[in-house]
């Protein structure tokens, strides 16, 4: 059986958890509506800095593709051709 005094202890994470809230309070709402835009700007330019990278890896992809193509058929020697 536990003890009821076990519960009443709190841990030093969440003294503090409880003292960074506190500090919170004391923060006006323009720099925390200031810090929560700058959060979802870099949290919406994330997602377009994906999406390049996906396109230029494709391009590259293709671009490898079309190099390995164009060395293969440029260096073949055609014996058909007939020097006089």
Do not use: H, W
């Not at 503090?16 to 925390?32: A, E, M, N, S």
């Amino acid at each position: 059986m536990g003890r009821k005094d076990a519960s009443a202890t709190k841990l030093p994470v969440d003294q503090y958890r409880k003292q960074i809230g506190k500090q919170d309070y004391k923060k006006t709402k323009t720099v925390l509506k200031a810090t929560r835009l700058k959060a979802e700007a870099k949290k919406d330019t994330s997602g377009f800095r994906d999406a390049f990278l996906v396109v230029a890896a494709i391009l590259l992809f293709f671009l490898c593709i079309y190099a390995f193509f164009y060395l293969n058929l440029s260096t073949e020697i055609n014996l058909d051709v007939d020097t006089d």
